[in-house]
């Protein structure tokens, strides 16, 4: 898409909305282990990824996100029992919206890292931001700075 | 403010008699006592201007119409709530959307010019279709709110795949425009006009390169902008623009299409825009009534005094529009008919969505379909 000749210096906007329980920790996990990842990560913490309504995430894109991950509780573990469902459910939808809009699938993620699981959010971030590197900037980036 | 004056004087503002018949009509003060068209109109000429441009009621309003059919003044109230949004939408002031805004945003991406849609992916194999030619039947949001609305099965591209098998059967093989954008209205109505005319500019681009002399559609909202606030924003059309209903008169009168026996009792919602916003009460009747054995009954509160579905433009879903549609679907049962059609896929949309209620939505529940949809049906296989 668009800017692909600036590729090389092209680094990715990413917004990740991550639950408070369990995939915020989970950053935060990484943090005090002192486990790096990418800085292109905007990290929105919710109190569960049922609170991500679809509208969060096409506004992100809408903005000129390059990039946009929910991320919550594995199943079972979330704290308000059934968000994660409901995020996967939603998921599904936004999934075929960005479809339709012509944006890569790449720019849109679905994860579940636990508290614990400081390394693997790190390893997520990475894949992530590697992806939509690929990807390229956002055809809707340059509608707002 | 010069452009106060303005706004007043061309929706006939000034000649308010104070007499609050639109008040009395309106399906929303019906239900909610603080929301009243003299109060929002008197208010406003009568030094509260500046206000009513930051009150949330300014979103309420449907824009229906149905106020403007009793108001003895002739005051252009729907007119008058679209200007007076414009300015407070100048002002930065929030609107209150539904789905927190998803419907919105998906249509302001829309105006980006780099967007590339992959918004074709319904079409059938066997559909005949085209690029260029002289005709061009305008989808709209259909594949969005088709995906959009998945939890409560609206299936909103049934009606687009209604509207290509109709055209097929008329021999005609419309152009779809891979590439077309949101028509506007909603934005229109939510007071965002610069994004508005983005839209509208791309989409009256595009038709033009499609080579299309003729644009059918399927929406009430896209026919009316195209039909109404395309001229006015943007300038003259160079195509003619129908609703899929012109069109299937012509067709039928032309003996070009012909209908399998429906035994059915249909009634049918009137969408304010094709209604009272533009006059055409009797197409959809008529084409209706060209199918054999299908039979029309009217509720009790039809054509002119037509209740709305209940939303407009994605803004204003509450509790009252909640009533609104069950006494709507509840007057649609008490005519005895099978079958309540829809005008507009978004009266589908709310209507469906009503009887999903968990609480109510069983003793609301009639068959619904789109009138689209009911006549390629009735055109067999
Ligand atoms: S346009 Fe409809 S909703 Fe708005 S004030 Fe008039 S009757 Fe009420
Ligand atoms: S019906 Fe017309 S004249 Fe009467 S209060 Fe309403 S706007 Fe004014
Ligand atoms: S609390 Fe983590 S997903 Fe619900």
Same mark, same amino acid.
């Given at each position: 898409?668009?800017?692909?000749?600036k590729?090389?210096?092209?680094?990715?906007?990413?917004v990740?909305?991550?639950?408070?329980?369990c995939?915020y920790?989970g950053?935060d996990?990484? /943090?005090?282990?002192?486990? &790096?990842?990418?800085?292109?990560?905007?990290?929105?913490?919710?109190?569960?990824?049922?609170?991500?309504?679809?509208?969060?995430v096409?506004?992100?894109?809408?903005?000129g996100? =390059?990039g946009?991950?929910?991320? /919550?509780?594995?199943?079972? =573990?979330?704290?308000?029992m059934?968000?994660?469902? &409901?995020a996967?459910?939603?998921?599904?939808?936004?999934k075929?919206?960005?479809?339709?809009? /012509?944006?890569e699938?790449?720019?849109?993620?679905?994860?579940?890292?636990?508290?614990a699981e400081?390394g693997?959010?790190? &390893?997520?971030?990475?894949?992530?931001?590697? =992806?939509?590197?690929?990807? /390229?900037?956002s055809?809707l980036?340059?509608?707002?700075? | #403010?010069?452009?106060?004056e303005?706004?007043?004087?061309k929706?006939?503002?000034?000649?308010?008699l104070?007499?609050g018949k639109?008040?009395?009509?309106c %399906?929303? @003060?019906?239900?909610?006592?603080?929301f009243?068209?003299?109060?929002?109109l008197?208010?406003?000429?009568t030094?509260?201007?500046?206000?009513?441009?930051?009150?949330?009621k300014l979103?309420?309003?449907?824009t229906?119409?149905?106020?403007?059919?009793r108001?003895?003044?002739?005051?252009?109230?729907?007119?008058?709530?679209?200007?007076?949004?414009f300015?407070?939408?100048?002002?930065g002031?929030l609107?209150?959307?539904?789905?927190?805004?998803a419907?919105?945003?998906?249509?302001?991406? #829309?105006?980006?010019?780099?967007?590339e849609?992959?918004?074709l992916g319904?079409?059938?194999?066997? $559909?005949?279709?085209?690029?260029?030619?002289?005709?061009a039947?305008?989808?709209?949001?259909?594949?969005?709110?088709? $995906?959009?609305f998945?939890?409560?099965?609206?299936?909103s +591209?049934?009606?687009?795949?209604?509207?290509?098998?109709?055209?097929?059967?008329?021999?005609?093989?419309?152009?779809l425009?891979?590439?077309?954008?949101?028509?506007?209205h909603?934005?229109?109505?939510?007071?965002d006009?610069?994004?508005?005319?983005?839209?509208?500019?791309?989409?009256i681009? $595009?038709?033009?390169?499609s080579?299309a002399n003729?644009?059918?559609?399927?929406?009430?909202?896209?026919?009316?902008?195209?039909?109404?606030?395309?001229?006015?924003?943007?300038?003259?059309?160079?195509?003619?623009?129908?609703?899929?209903?012109?069109?299937?008169?012509? @067709?039928? @009168?032309?003996?070009? +299409?012909?209908?399998?026996?429906?035994?059915?009792?249909?009634?049918?919602?009137?969408?304010?825009?094709?209604?009272?916003?533009?006059?055409?009460?009797?197409?959809?009747?008529?084409?209706?009534?060209s199918?054999?054995? +299908?039979? #029309?009954?009217e509720?009790?509160?039809?054509?002119?005094?037509?209740?709305?579905?209940?939303? @407009?433009?994605?803004m204003?879903?509450?509790?009252?529009?909640?009533?609104?549609?069950?006494?709507?679907?509840k007057?649609?049962?008490?005519?005895?008919a099978?079958?309540?059609?829809?005008?507009?896929?978004?009266?589908?949309?709310?209507?469906?969505?009503?009887?999903?209620? %968990?609480?109510m939505?069983?003793?609301?529940?009639?068959?619904?379909?789109?009138?689209?949809?009911?006549?390629?049906?009735?055109l067999?296989?």
């Amino acid at each position: 898409m668009g800017n692909k000749k600036k590729e090389e210096e092209f680094e990715p906007k990413i917004v990740v909305f991550a639950c408070n329980w369990c995939s915020y920790a989970g950053a935060d996990t990484a /943090g005090v282990s002192k486990i &790096q990842y990418p800085p292109n990560v905007r990290l929105i913490r919710v109190m569960c990824s049922g609170r991500v309504n679809p509208a969060f995430v096409i506004k992100a894109f809408e903005r000129g996100a =390059d990039g946009v991950m929910v991320s /919550g509780c594995h199943f079972g =573990d979330c704290h308000y029992m059934f968000g994660n469902y &409901q995020a996967k459910e939603r998921f599904e939808i936004l999934k075929r919206l960005i479809h339709i809009l /012509g944006l890569e699938k790449e720019r849109l993620r679905l994860e579940w890292v636990s508290a614990a699981e400081g390394g693997r959010f790190a &390893q997520v971030i990475r894949e992530f931001v590697e =992806d939509v590197k690929k990807v /390229g900037r956002s055809p809707l980036a340059p509608i707002t700075i | #403010m010069v452009v106060k004056e303005e706004v007043l004087k061309k929706t006939q503002a000034y000649y308010c008699l104070d007499c609050g018949k639109c008040t009395s009509v309106c %399906p929303i @003060s019906r239900f909610n006592g603080g929301f009243s068209p003299r109060r929002i109109l008197v208010g406003s000429l009568t030094g509260r201007y500046e206000e009513t441009l930051k009150d949330e009621k300014l979103y309420t309003c449907l824009t229906c119409g149905l106020c403007g059919t009793r108001c003895p003044s002739d005051v252009k109230f729907g007119e008058f709530i679209k200007n007076a949004r414009f300015e407070g939408q100048k002002l930065g002031n929030l609107i209150p959307c539904a789905h927190g805004g998803a419907i919105q945003s998906l249509m302001r991406i #829309m105006t980006s010019p780099s967007l590339e849609q992959r918004r074709l992916g319904w079409v059938p194999r066997a $559909a005949k279709v085209a690029e260029k030619g002289e005709v061009a039947y305008f989808v709209g949001c259909l594949p969005y709110f088709d $995906a959009f609305f998945t939890d409560i099965e609206v299936d909103s +591209l049934k009606i687009a795949k209604a509207a290509v098998k109709i055209l097929n059967r008329a021999e005609v093989e419309p152009v779809l425009l891979k590439n077309e954008r949101c028509c506007g209205h909603d934005l229109l109505w939510a007071g965002d006009l610069d994004n508005f005319k983005k839209l509208a500019e791309h989409n009256i681009n $595009a038709i033009k390169e499609s080579g299309a002399n003729t644009v059918i559609t399927t929406c009430a909202e896209c026919y009316r902008t195209f039909k109404i606030d395309y001229p006015i924003y943007i300038g003259p059309l160079p195509f003619k623009v129908l609703h899929i209903t012109e069109f299937l008169i012509d @067709s039928v @009168s032309q003996g070009k +299409l012909n209908f399998k026996k429906t035994r059915k009792k249909v009634t049918f919602q009137d969408p304010c825009r094709l209604g009272r916003h533009l006059g055409m009460y009797e197409q959809p009747r008529m084409v209706l009534s060209s199918v054999p054995e +299908l039979s #029309m009954v009217e509720m009790e509160r039809n054509q002119q005094s037509a209740i709305c579905c209940g939303t @407009s433009g994605w803004m204003n879903c509450d509790a009252i529009s909640k009533r609104i549609q069950s006494h709507r679907l509840k007057s649609a049962q008490q005519t005895g008919a099978d079958l309540l059609v829809t005008g507009c896929p978004k009266c589908y949309i709310h209507f469906k969505c009503a009887m999903k209620d %968990p609480k109510m939505g069983k003793e609301l529940e009639i068959e619904i379909k789109d009138l689209t949809s009911i006549i390629a049906d009735a055109l067999g296989r």
